[in-house]
């Protein structure tokens, strides 16, 4: 029996330390194969790339791991890795390990989810791994004994039609003691794009912004578990309808 065909992507990039601690840490699960982005897509989702070619380049391999660099986005390289590079469908797609949170409203901007989300698609099990911190030399160490036991888990265990994994684990913790399976918080970004001016004088706008969590005392979402140390697990739906459609009987049928 052939060994589990693991898809790796991410949203930081090929050359992220993330990805490079996720892929070591699934050496012994299976066949690895990484294509990620050549360069940073953070904040992109679900984005496709539809007015440029995509050029695919294949670099050296990387602890037994074959690596691909996609002139795309998170997206791209799970379409890609499926439809034309791998020679079977992966038996997970496997996304990060993100520097930064994916927790809450994240999930919906998420690159890094984005890669999950096509996983989905596709009908592979998918996760998403995110550490809830921006240091470039993050230390991913706590973080590699939930990725083994998550995967470990999926593979044996699948996951339902329509649900991947949106997993978020605190930084600044030497060890997990927990984790749990919980909603993602109501909240939201205080987004604002201030502006600024180049040598010229000319205008330009960078976004700025704060999250504010509306409901921090609720013990059953995953800012919370943030807050507090324990790694958070949301199932989160590719599926989006609103499943209550008789709520919407109001709206007339004739134009």
């Not at 890094?112 to 698609?121: D, Q, S, V």
């Not at 994994?165 to 205080?190: D, F, I, Q």
């Not at 209550?244 to 709206?251: G, Y």
Request: aromatic content about 8%; overall charge negative.
């Amino acid at each position: 029996m052939s060994k589990p065909l693991i898809l790796v992507s991410n949203d930081d990039g090929i050359s992220a330390k993330g990805v490079h601690e996720l892929i070591k840490s699934l050496q012994h699960l299976g066949e690895v194969v990484c294509v990620c982005p050549e360069s940073p897509q953070s904040g992109m989702g679900m984005a496709l790339t539809v007015n440029s070619p995509l050029r695919v380049k294949k670099l050296e391999d990387y602890h037994g791991a074959a690596m691909y660099q996609v002139s795309g986005t998170p997206v791209d390289c799970v379409k890609i890795a499926v439809d034309n590079l791998l020679s079977r469908k992966p038996d997970i797609v496997v996304s990060g390990i993100n520097h930064g949170s994916n927790a809450a409203i994240n999930v919906v901007y998420s690159g890094t989810m984005g890669a999950a989300f096509e996983g989905c698609a596709y009908g592979i099990p998918s996760i998403g791994f995110s550490l809830t911190s921006h240091d470039e030399d993050a230390d991913f160490t706590p973080c590699l004994p939930v990725v083994d036991k998550l995967v470990k888990a999926v593979l044996e265990k699948g996951m339902p039609e329509g649900v991947c994994l949106n997993v978020n684990m605190p930084a600044n913790v030497a060890e997990y003691s927990e984790m749990r399976v919980v909603r993602g918080c109501k909240g939201k970004w205080n987004d604002r794009y201030e502006e600024y001016h180049d040598p010229a004088h000319r205008p330009f706008y960078w976004l700025a912004g704060n999250f504010v969590n509306e409901e921090p005392d609720n013990h059953d979402t995953d800012e919370w578990c943030l807050a507090n140390g324990i790694v958070s697990i949301v199932p989160v739906l590719l599926e989006r309808t609103y499943p209550l459609l008789d709520e919407f009987k109001w709206i007339p049928n004739e134009l």
